[in-house]
């Protein structure tokens, strides 16, 4: 294996219930044992004042948050993670795993509560200082299906599960008019089969991708 010419920066995004988390863990394991110096963190959170922020936003109690409120409250958590650990691990040359990151509040606050994209992409600009990844992996999945799995699977569910079908149905048409924007930066997988089969295949297209972006070691 070479070695990397920069840092890199990975996310994984996806409706509710596609399997994200779980596969960026499984992801960070396997690069981890293939030798690369890997980051993981997610969104929001990551931070000690992210992960305050993240307990806030997710609280299924906080019906009454208004919408303006909750795009400031996830930027400011993407801003804190941005400036504490993501700019600092891509600058000692490590690869970034962030579960989540701007094309979430595109999905979700964009698309999915219709809030203006021009303004959401303005504040994401303010919030990140510009940073964009060098690839997004996004798990498709049907919302209904997606649902199915977080109210069966027993996790946390939070503030934003308790939205209606018809908005998730939204934010998943938001993910791939996304990806038809900008084709070069993102790759879908079908996260609807096991578990094992969505890992590898997430391996193969992130180990191709990753070849293209070594130099070679002497």
């Known amino acids: 294996m070479g070695t990397l010419a920069r840092g890199l920066f990975i996310t994984l995004e996806g409706p509710d219930g596609s399997g994200k988390t779980t596969q960026a863990a499984l992801l960070y394991a396997w690069l981890t044992a293939e030798g690369y110096p890997v980051l993981q963190t997610r969104e929001p959170g990551g931070t000690r004042i992210g992960e305050r922020i993240r307990a806030v936003l997710h609280d299924p109690a906080h ?6 409120a909750e795009i400031l409250l996830y930027s400011a958590a ?4 941005v400036a504490e650990v993501i700019r600092p691990a891509l600058a000692a040359g490590q ?25 959401l992409r303005e504040i994401t600009r303010f919030a990140t200082g510009g940073l964009i990844p060098d690839v997004t992996f996004y798990l498709d999945l049907p919302p209904e299906v997606g649902l199915q ?4 699977g027993g996790g946390e ?5 308790q939205e209606t079908l018809a908005f998730h149905e939204r934010v998943r048409a938001g993910y791939l008019e ?26 193969a297209q992130l180990a191709a991708w990753l070849a293209s972006h070594l130099v070679a070691s002497f």
């Not at 993407?78 to 993670?81: G, H």
């Not at 799995?149 to 069966?152: G, M, S």
């Not at 569910?157 to 599960?161: A, K, S, T, Y």
Request: charged fraction near 25%.
């Open 63 to 68: 019906t009454e948050m208004a919408a303006p």
């Open 78 to 81: 993407r801003a804190q993670l």
């Open 95 to 119: 690869l970034v795993l962030c579960d989540r990151y701007f094309d979430s509040t595109y999905a979700y606050q964009g698309y999915g509560r219709g809030l203006p994209l021009d303004v």
């Open 149 to 152: 799995r977080r109210l069966q």
């Open 157 to 161: 569910i939070n503030r934003l599960d």
């Open 178 to 203: 996304l990806l038809r924007q900008e084709p070069q930066r993102w790759v879908r997988l079908d996260a609807g089969g096991a578990i094992e089969d969505v890992q590898a295949a997430l391996r």
